[in-house]
């Protein structure tokens, strides 16, 4: 260890007190000679990491917890999504319009934000601040139509676990009970859920990536040399912690929706299919119900030629209070008023 960094006694004590839960072995190399004041534990590590100084030495901060404090060379252009191939990504998929329509919105909305939030010249010092209105004003609408968004996606995940709550979810369905069980699964799927749409998710997370390259990322960058005010740091990170929840909401419907398909909806499908017995029920099933259709539109059909009145005057003789019971006052006749 003679070219590793030289501690004291009381340093490495002082260590492994604030590690109780870690074996260390002081006799052993904890870190590579060719590591040795580098920046090799996580790219997140800032220039303090290994510094001499007693308030490195006594940070409780390693480089694997050090917060992202990005020097100001990182401030420089990137890699990052770009507005206009969002908008003409969102124009060339199969969505409705009105979600198009909002998408390009939100975008643009974004592209706005960022304009005020961010400097367009090398002198950052006060610009956040001095916009605190102008930014708090324009982020609101943003932030609303992400939490509208996110509660109509949980009232989705909510509905999933309800009907998977109700009895023809819950039940094993005996094998002359299957058929019955899937109509009735079937009906409650389409009653209270909706199915999600993949072109949809992607569009949403490469909108969030249009946040964090145009808004999010600079914004942890304007705050490595300028102090911002706090409620202009706070609607930042509430609104990109809303965009990431509006990710997480959107795949557990995503998942709730995969779960009753394969969970719930397969198996019965297989074993429907594999049953002759249930193929021979849908099928006298699917049979009567056409002759039901059938009859209905037919008005020369059995059963839906009006009632002769003699019938009627026999039904009234015989049991007044039927009569009174199945038809109107007005449809009954009385011995006196014929």
């Known amino acids: 260890m003679s070219n590793l960094v030289q501690r004291t006694k009381s340093d490495l004590d002082t260590l492994f007190t604030r590690f109780p839960d870690i074996k260390f072995d002081e006799a052993s190399n904890l870190i590579e000679e060719t590591h040795d004041k580098e920046h090799f534990s996580s790219p997140c590590s800032n220039n303090t990491d290994h510094d001499e ?9 390693t480089a694997n ?29 199969d969505l409705p319009a009105i979600c198009k329509d909002w998408l390009k919105s939100l975008g643009r909305q974004v592209f706005d934000l960022a ?65 019955t069980i899937y109509r009735q699964r079937a009906k409650l799927i389409v009653n209270y859920t909706a199915l999600p749409s993949g072109t949809e998710r992607k569009a949403l997370v490469h909108l969030a990536r249009i946040f964090d390259a145009y808004v999010y990322h600079p914004f942890l960058q304007l705050l490595g040399f300028d102090s911002v005010d706090a409620d202009v740091q706070n609607r930042t990170n509430e609104l990109y912690d809303n965009i990431m929840k509006l990710l997480q909401s959107y795949g557990q419907w995503w998942k709730g929706m995969k779960s009753i398909r394969y969970d719930y909806m397969l198996p019965l499908m297989r074993r429907i299919r594999s049953s002759p017995e249930i193929l021979r029920e849908i099928k006298e099933f699917e049979k009567a119900k056409e002759a039901a259709r059938a009859v209905i539109g037919n008005v020369d059909a059995p059963g839906m030629q009006p009632v002769d009145r003699s019938v009627l005057r026999q039904l009234n003789a015989k049991s007044p209070g039927l009569m009174h019971a199945l038809l109107p006052a007005s449809r009954i006749e009385t011995d006196e008023e014929r």
């Open 53 to 61: 100084s007693l308030l490195s030495i006594q940070s409780t901060s």
């Open 65 to 93: 917890t050090t917060p992202l404090r990005p020097m100001p060379r990182a401030a420089e252009a990137l890699d990052v999504p770009n507005l206009a191939d969002f908008l003409q990504h969102v124009d060339s998929t």
């Open 115 to 179: 304009r005020i939030l961010l400097p367009t010249s090398r002198d950052v010092a006060g610009h956040a601040n001095s916009h605190r209105q102008e930014i708090l004003d324009q982020s609101r609408p943003i932030l609303v139509q992400l939490q509208d968004v996110d509660n109509r996606l949980q009232e989705q995940v909510r509905n999933i676990a309800y009907i998977k709550s109700l009895a023809p979810f819950v039940v094993e369905p005996a094998p002359q009970d299957t058929w």
